[in-house]
């Protein structure tokens, strides 16, 4: 069982949006700012799409962004495109001795 | 260009060891917090271990006294010792790194990531 908790999957169609969830605790997502986000495609290096909750790498899409609430944080991908089909991932610092704690993954299908 | 690249993983039994490696290039290892990370199959992600730019080690319980991170700094490359190997130690194994901006204060999150290495422990 992950330390953080996501949606196994979510699915939306193109042009459409779709928010995926992570929720932790109060030692980890709400103890911190330092949540982030990235996108996998099997048989390649993820990526860091959000960092510190809400911010964007240079060259990530604008349609990524992030928001955190108490224990939970979210990534909204707005303006679906097939690419965007991967797995996400969300990860919180929690402390000197535990410097991430990940979530399940969530898996997104483009319809 | 900045890239991670492991090797090491295989088939091995239970009990059995393995050394992963993971070689950094495009940018220098010391600047970098450098983490192992993994995956087992249709798990999420679950960090390991950690080494920083000044050479301090952290452990995931779950790993600790089983598993030894080093570091080459001449081969700009990081290796995980991995020891009495079980069954649930079979996963995708990443070395992800982490900018030291100022000397023991790193970005809060992993950029850049390896592809990863397969270990898969089975009798």
């Known amino acids: 069982q992950s330390a953080l908790t996501q949606p196994r999957s979510v699915s939306g169609s193109p042009g459409q949006s779709v928010t995926i969830s992570c929720t932790g605790t109060?030692?980890?997502?709400?103890?911190?700012?330092?949540v982030s986000w990235y996108q996998h495609h099997p048989g390649k290096a993820p990526k860091v799409m959000i960092y510190?909750?809400?911010e964007r790498p240079s060259g990530v899409p604008d349609r990524f962004s992030g928001s955190k609430s108490g224990n939970t944080a979210s990534l909204t991908i707005s303006g679906l495109q097939a690419d965007d089909e991967a797995d996400y991932f969300c990860?919180?610092?929690?402390?000197?001795?535990?410097?991430?704690?990940f979530g399940g993954g969530t898996k997104l299908t483009v319809l | 260009q900045v890239q991670l690249v492991e090797s090491g993983g295989g088939l091995v039994k239970p009990g059995g060891s393995l050394r992963l490696s993971c070689v950094a290039s495009?940018?220098?290892?010391?600047?970098?917090?450098m983490s192992w990370i993994r995956q087992a199959p249709g798990k999420g992600l679950e960090w390991l271990a950690q080494?920083?730019?000044?050479?301090?080690?952290y452990y995931a319980d779950s790993v600790k006294n089983r598993f030894t991170v080093s570091r080459d700094n001449a081969k700009n490359s990081v290796y995980l010792q991995v020891d009495s190997l079980r069954v649930e130690d079979t996963a995708l194994y990443f070395c992800?790194?982490?900018?030291?901006?100022?000397?023991?204060?790193?970005?809060?999150?992993?950029?850049?990531w390896g592809q990863g290495t397969l270990v898969t422990v089975s009798s």
């Open positions: 992800a790194g982490q900018y030291d901006l100022w000397n023991g204060y790193p970005r809060s999150y992993f950029d850049p």
């Open positions: 109060s030692s980890d997502v709400g103890a911190y700012y330092y």
């Open positions: 990860c919180s610092y929690a402390g000197t001795y535990t410097p991430a704690v």
């Open positions: 495009g940018f220098t290892l010391t600047d970098y917090y």
């Open positions: 080494m920083t730019t000044r050479g301090t080690i």
């Open positions: 510190d909750v809400s």
